[in-house]
């Protein structure tokens, strides 16, 4: 366990539809990044943020945003969702002082029918 | 460009032999390059990492060198076990302007024969 949860584990929906993805970093980090993990693209960054604050951008659709709260959490949006949007979606975080050690979350599944 | 190339794609190998991966870097500005183990529907962990300070490390059966200059890293694997099968992910840290990403390599599958 790495201390990164992330919820929900499984989502299921429809073309067109918005969901909310859910992490919540280590205790005591203050960083968090989100991947995409598909069978053809592999690991993907999306964005970063960095104790509220956006740090880092991928190669992120316009259609997902994500923010990071107060309290660290963080959450990304995916919206208008597209077949292709399948994917595992991983969150990491990481202490500022060591720079680049990211912890996994345990993903959501996110299936797009 | 940022890029992390990683071979081989699948490795099967004997329990009991060793096993290594081989990646490459193009971003000469990288200084941490960790390796994830991913089993099947879960989250990639982190087994070994090292810094460009440094040109190997190990722990355990688990060894990670790097060669700065060739802007290459290697994870060798000893004494490999049935628990050993997993993909294999090599990644480079990349700053941005404000930040930083890991750079992922496309996975090795590694099988180890019992």
């Known amino acids: 366990d790495s201390g990164v949860t992330q919820t929900p584990k499984h989502l299921i929906t429809a073309t067109g539809q918005r969901v909310t993805l859910r992490c919540s970093p280590r205790s005591g980090d203050l960083s968090v990044y989100w991947y995409q993990q598909s069978l053809d693209q592999g690991l993907q960054f999306l964005i970063q943020?960095?104790?509220?604050?956006?740090?880092a951008k991928g190669n992120i659709l316009e259609r997902f945003s994500a923010q990071q709260f107060p309290d660290l959490h963080s959450e990304l949006n995916l919206s208008s969702l597209e077949l292709g949007d399948s994917a595992l979606y991983f969150c990491a975080s990481s202490v500022a002082t060591e720079a680049g050690v990211q912890f996994f979350g345990p993903g959501t599944r996110l299936t797009v029918l | 460009g940022e890029n992390v190339e990683q071979h081989p794609s699948t490795l099967s190998v004997q329990e009991g032999d060793s096993a290594v991966i081989k990646c490459t870097y193009s971003?000469?500005?990288?200084?941490?390059f960790p390796w994830y183990k991913q089993e099947l529907g879960k989250r990639p962990q982190l087994i070994i990492d090292?810094?460009?300070?440094?040109g190997e490390k190990k722990d355990q059966r688990i060894a990670v060198t790097l060669n700065k200059t060739a802007k290459h890293f290697s994870l060798h694997i000893t004494e490999t076990q049935p628990e050993d099968s997993a993909v294999y992910f090599c990644a480079a840290l990349m700053y941005m302007e404000y930040g930083n990403k890991l750079v992922f390599g496309a996975g090795t599958i590694l099988r180890v024969k019992s």
């Open positions: 943020y960095y104790n509220g604050e956006e740090r």
């Open positions: 090292i810094r460009s300070n440094v």
């Open positions: 971003d000469s500005a990288s200084n941490y």
